[in-house]
């Protein structure tokens, strides 16, 4: 177990409605990371936040957003549903935002079905 | 060409034997090398992680880096059927605003009782 928890577990949407994930971060973690995972890839990175502010963003569309709290828990937002965001979304905790070397450590994931 | 790369398999080991399991990088920037064990189903599980050149031993798990090569590999010594499961691969750069982790798609080892 990592400490770090996300939530709903299981989620199943139709395509153009919005969803929210949550992530709480394992103790002393300041930095949330969120990936997407589709079925028989690895993870993609979406984006991270450090201190309550993005940190960078990879590939995806604005329809993806997020939020950190000052207790360092994050939401994913992703708004106007598509087919292929059907994955699992995974929320990772890790201390120091960019400037570290520390190892990120991987929630329990969310499987998200777009109908 | 994909920025990380591994075969997907499945690779097949007898228990007992060692499993080597490979991945080469495309960035000659990058950092810090991670291998996760991911059960199907579940998330990603840190087995290891290397940043030097050279090989890193934690208990059956061996992780060597080569990046003069680009390359980076993960030997399972004394394989058991429950390591059975998919490895990522995972590259981390440094620059930029943020230290996001670039995955390949993952080997599955499959430990033949």
């Known amino acids: 177990e990592t400490g770090v928890t996300q939530s709903p577990t299981h989620l199943i949407k139709t395509r153009g409605q919005q969803v929210t994930l949550r992530c709480s971060s394992q103790s002393g973690h300041n930095t949330v990371s969120w990936y997407q995972q589709a079925l028989g890839q690895g993870p993609q990175f979406i984006f991270q936040y450090y201190r309550e502010e993005e940190n960078g963003r990879g590939n995806f569309p604005p329809r993806f957003s997020g939020l950190q709290f000052p207790n360092y828990s994050s939401e994913l937002n992703v708004n106007a549903l598509e087919l292929d965001d059907s994955a699992l979304y995974l929320c990772?905790?890790?201390?120091?935002?960019?400037?570290?070397?520390?190892?990120?450590?991987f929630g329990p994931g969310t499987r998200l079905t777009v109908l | 060409q994909k920025e990380v790369e591994q075969n997907s398999g499945p690779l097949s080991v007898p228990e007992g034997a060692i499993a080597s399991l490979n991945c080469t990088y495309s960035?000659?920037?990058?950092?810090?090398f991670f291998w996760y064990r991911q059960y199907s189903g579940k998330s990603p599980e840190l087995i290891m992680f290397?940043?030097?050149?050279g090989d890193k031993e934690d208990g059956r798990f061996t992780a060597q880096l080569n990046k003069a090569s680009q390359y980076v590999s993960l030997l399972i010594r004394d394989s058991q059927p429950s390591d059975s499961a998919t490895y990522l691969c995972?590259?981390?750069?440094?620059?930029?605003?943020?230290?996001?982790?670039?995955f390949g798609t993952g080997t599955l080892l499959a430990v033949q009782p």
């Open positions: 290397i940043y030097s050149n």
């Open positions: 995972a590259v981390r750069n440094y620059g930029g605003a943020t230290n996001k982790l670039i």
């Open positions: 990772a905790s890790s201390f120091g935002g960019s400037s570290s070397y520390n190892e990120q450590f």
């Open positions: 960035d000659r920037g990058s950092q810090s």
